[in-house]
T-cell receptor, first 114, second 112 residues
Framework: QKEVEQNSGPLSVPEGAIASLNCTYS??????FFWYRQYSGKSPELIMF????GDKEDGRFTAQLNKASQYVSLLIRDSQPSDSATYLC??????????????FGTGTQLKVEL | GAGVSQSPRYKVAKRGQDVALRCDPI?????LFWYQQALGQGPEFLTY????????KSGLPSDRFFAERPEGSVSTLKIQRTQQEDSAVYLC??????????FGPGTRLTVL
């Protein structure tokens, strides 16, 4: 079992719709969770991080965390063609006290169609 | 302000050659990470520095891989006797806190 699992997609949604991206993780000790966006040929760019169970909203993006189910998701409202990219889920076992490695999933490719 | 920079952006090496990849982190960021990203995969952790100390090198795939950050700023990832399976994008990231790692543009290494 991979440590962080994502459906590779592609996930196709029409412009203006809600895109829902999902991620599961195997390490129950994971404390912080990150969503990165990666355009083709570019480096990952942080969208959001979440530590606590529940929802965290930032503009059109909402991250949802359920530690009991070891599940984290990203919702993108009013999807735009510019949202078309690969979305990487990453987990980090350390909550505070210094940096530590991120374990990434393979990413989900999102396509927002006109 | 300047972000993380990496050089070269592209490197082609013949199998068996040694290569050196450079990372300039964001000024003041004490933490520096190296990741390897194969085509169609997520980044995989290689090694982590806090200032000049290499605190975690558990992801380095073999003893052909070596990283250093002698003055706690610029870091170099060296790969000796390159193999075809070393072909990948090598990403450097720096951070001030555990919340955000800022990635550089990466170096795409192709080993022929």
């Amino acid at each position: 079992q991979k440590e962080v699992e994502q459906n590779s997609g592609p996930l196709s949604v029409p412009e203006g719709a809600i895109a829902s991206l999902n991620c599961t993780y195997s390490d129950r000790g994971s404390q912080s969770f990150f969503w990165y966006r990666q355009y083709s040929g570019k480096s990952p760019e942080l969208i959001m991080f979440i530590y606590s169970n529940g929802d965290k909203e930032d503009g059109r993006f909402t991250a949802q965390l359920n530690k009991a189910s070891q599940y984290v998701s990203l919702l993108i409202r009013d999807s735009q063609p510019s949202d078309s990219a690969t979305y990487l889920c990453a987990v980090n076992p350390i909550l505070t006290g210094g940096g530590n490695k991120l374990t990434f999933g393979t990413g989900t490719q999102l396509k927002v169609e006109l | 302000g300047a972000g993380v920079s990496q050089s070269p952006r592209y490197k082609v090496a013949k199998r068996g050659q040694d290569v050196a990849l450079r990372c300039d982190p964001i000024s003041g960021h004490v933490s520096l990470f190296w990741y390897q990203q194969a085509l169609g995969q997520g980044p995989e952790f290689l090694t982590y520095f806090q200032n000049e100390a290499q605190l975690d090198k558990s992801g380095l795939p073999s003893d052909r891989f070596f990283a250093e950050r002698p003055e706690g700023s610029v870091s170099t990832l060296k790969i000796q006797r390159t193999q075809q399976e070393d072909s990948a994008v090598y990403l450097c990231a720096s951070s001030l806190t555990v919340d955000t790692q800022y990635f550089g543009p990466g170096t795409r290494l192709t080993v022929l």
